[in-house]
């Protein structure tokens, strides 16, 4: 390894001990199917000996056997710790990763607490709430006053009165110049084919009508 090599990251750490278990699972599987086959053949050359009456072979073969199987279990003892260590690695990362949650969440906070003063923001929701006000009784003044100026300018009787004056006035100007304004022709049936209506009748109705 070299000195001046980078430091393996935590993600890295953990997938080349993860490498490293499951090597080291297949190594104890396959030694176990070897002993399995050690074990089978062990157990024909005791059928074998018991057959020719060898006891001594028997013996001998048969403590083999024992410590065989003995093997084998802690074979499969190592597997399941092998198993274990895994398990209990992945949970380490698992609650690695959700410290490193809560801690950037923490940090989050906390520049959020630092940027939202709770008694800033106490004091502008207090200063917006009078200013409201304010402007509420501001607005209702000025509504009461618009109201006393327009009402203080005479009496409703007087109101109507000069209504009335100008409306006479302007139906007498209508009908006076609606007087003057030249109006259509009519005749009897059959009249109308033989008197035409020039151009300058329909201007000079037209231009009275502009007048009004």
Known sequence: MSFFSKKPTVEQSIKQNDRVLRKTQ????RDRHKLELEEKKLELE???AAKQNNKQACVVLAKQLVNLRKQKTKSFAMGSKVGAIGNQQKLMHS???MAGAMGTTTKTMQQMNKVMDPVKMAKTMQDFERENAKMGMTEEMVNDTLDDILTESGDEEEEDAVVSQVLDEIGIEI???MVDAPSAHRGKLGESSKSRVTDDDIEKQLAALKDL
């Open 95 to 97: 609650n690695m990763k």
């Open 46 to 48: 005791i059928k074998k």
């Open 26 to 29: 297949r190594d104890l599987e």
């Open 175 to 177: 009908s006076g110049k």
